[in-house]
């Protein structure tokens, strides 16, 4: 059995056994930068400034972690357009969470030889131009 098998046991008796609430899925946006414009979507009129830092969202990470998150969705805007989006997956490697990483696609080729999926993640492609 591996590790994200043994954590999803162990939290999932945590919640019915002792009725502790767990944050099992949590979803990060990551940025309102994107590398499209089309024409159903908005986000280009958002402020791109306000994105959260590397080291919060890492110390959020290993905090999630330690409360029993198992999986974590990114997106964004286009989350692939992070500098950082390997060190975010790799601190979720790290700590055996789970990630769904919502793109349009574009960027994923590119940035799939630069980093690893934990085993059970997901790389969905959302929207097309």
Known sequence: ??????????????????????????MFYLTNRCNLKCIYCQIQEHDNKNEIDTKT???????LDKLGCIRIGLIGGEPLLRHD???????????NIL???YTNGYLAAKKSRKISLPFGSNLLLVAEK
Do not use: H, W
């Open 1 to 26: 059995m591996n590790k994200i098998s043994t954590k999803l046991i162990k939290d999932i008796l945590i919640v019915y056994l002792l009725r502790r609430k767990v944050p099992i899925n949590v």
């Open 85 to 95: 989006f390997g060190q975010i997956i790799d601190a979720c490697n790290k700590n």
């Open 57 to 63: 969202l890492i110390r959020s990470i290993k905090e």
């Open 99 to 101: 990630v769904d990483v």
